[in-house]
């Protein structure tokens, strides 16, 4: 098992997000860093993610909270996504991959 640190910079403004969720899948598509501003970018991440055998890893309502640890029982390329949310569905967000 590994232990993977992830960190992000906060909007400047969070008074209209309720928190952020963190989706993770195995694979390394979606792999680069992306700075997901239109819903359908979203929505087609979240999509992605469910159809590789991804998961919700994690809802976090501290708007303040900068960094999530995750651990992964299996070595090799894990993609992350982070996003922040509302009332209305997921926002802007961002992903990455990571390699253990």
Do not use: H
Not at 61 to 87: H, L, M, R
């Amino acid at each position: 098992m590994a232990t993977v640190e992830l960190n992000w910079t906060n909007p400047t403004d969070t008074t209209e997000i309720n928190g952020y969720r963190i989706y993770r899948y195995k694979g390394t598509n979606y792999a680069q860093t992306l700075d997901i501003t239109e819903i359908e970018d979203v929505d087609a991440f979240i999509e992605y993610v469910f159809k590789y055998d991804g998961e919700l890893r994690a809802t976090i309502t501290d708007k303040n909270q900068t960094s999530y640890s995750d651990t992964v029982e299996a070595s090799g390329t894990y993609s992350y996504g982070i996003f922040s949310y509302n009332t209305a569905g997921p926002g802007p967000g961002c992903s990455t991959k990571v390699v253990v």
